[in-house]
């Protein structure tokens, strides 16, 4: 019975259960809470910096998406394209955004559908709505709002 590997399995863990004392496991327990409280106060953002970190997005139809010029704008910007094919991508896409915090330039929204409600929803939200087609100088103006 003694060579049973069930049995002697049994008594490692029996003998690991018996050397956990009383000031192992509290020492055990306060290193697991200062490693999960270091990992919270690492992901957090710095103080003063949440506004200046604020995410831009550009939601526009496929016409701007597709102008050369626009997008160099846009990615010189350090702006993020979103190019969503119906009204109710725009809503998500806005949602989205609007939900991370960013500052949102459209171009071509439906309002009703996919600016208002988001906006009601989160009153902090920065829109910036810009016609379907801007100027070039328009869509650079949007892109420099603060943040």
Same mark, same amino acid.
Request: aromatic share 2%; net charge positive.
């Given at each position: =019975?003694?060579?049973?590997?069930?049995?002697? %399995?049994? !008594?490692? /863990?029996?003998?690991?259960?018996? #050397? =956990?004392?009383? +000031?192992?496991? /509290? /020492?055990?327990? &306060?290193?697991? !809470? !200062?490693?999960?409280?270091?990992?919270?106060?690492?992901?957090?953002?710095?103080?003063?910096?949440?506004?200046?970190?604020?995410?831009? @997005?550009?939601?526009?139809? +496929?016409?701007?998406?597709?102008?050369?010029?626009?997008? *160099?704008?846009?990615?010189?910007?350090?702006?993020?394209?979103? @190019?969503?094919?119906?009204?109710?991508?725009? !809503?998500?896409?806005?949602?989205?955004?609007? &939900?991370? %915090?960013?500052?949102?330039?459209?171009?071509?929204?439906? #309002?009703?559908?996919?600016?208002?409600?988001? &906006? *009601?929803?989160?009153?902090?939200?920065?829109?910036?709505?810009?016609?379907? #087609? +801007?100027?070039?100088?328009?869509?650079?103006?949007?892109?420099?709002?603060? #943040?």
């Amino acid at each position: =019975m003694g060579s049973d590997p069930l049995v002697r %399995g049994a !008594l490692v /863990i029996r003998s690991t259960l018996v #050397r =956990m004392t009383l +000031p192992t496991t /509290i /020492i055990s327990a &306060a290193v697991a !809470l !200062l490693v999960a409280g270091g990992a919270q106060v690492a992901g957090a953002p710095a103080q003063g910096a949440a506004d200046s970190a604020r995410p831009l @997005v550009v939601v526009a139809g +496929p016409a701007l998406a597709a102008d050369p010029q626009a997008r *160099a704008a846009i990615a010189e910007a350090g702006a993020q394209l979103r @190019v969503p094919r119906s009204p109710t991508e725009q !809503l998500s896409v806005t949602h989205l955004f609007a &939900a991370r %915090g960013a500052t949102i330039v459209g171009a071509g929204l439906d #309002r009703r559908v996919a600016v208002d409600p988001v &906006a *009601a929803r989160y009153p902090a939200s920065r829109f910036v709505l810009l016609a379907a #087609r +801007p100027s070039l100088q328009r869509l650079q103006a949007a892109l420099r709002v603060p #943040r």
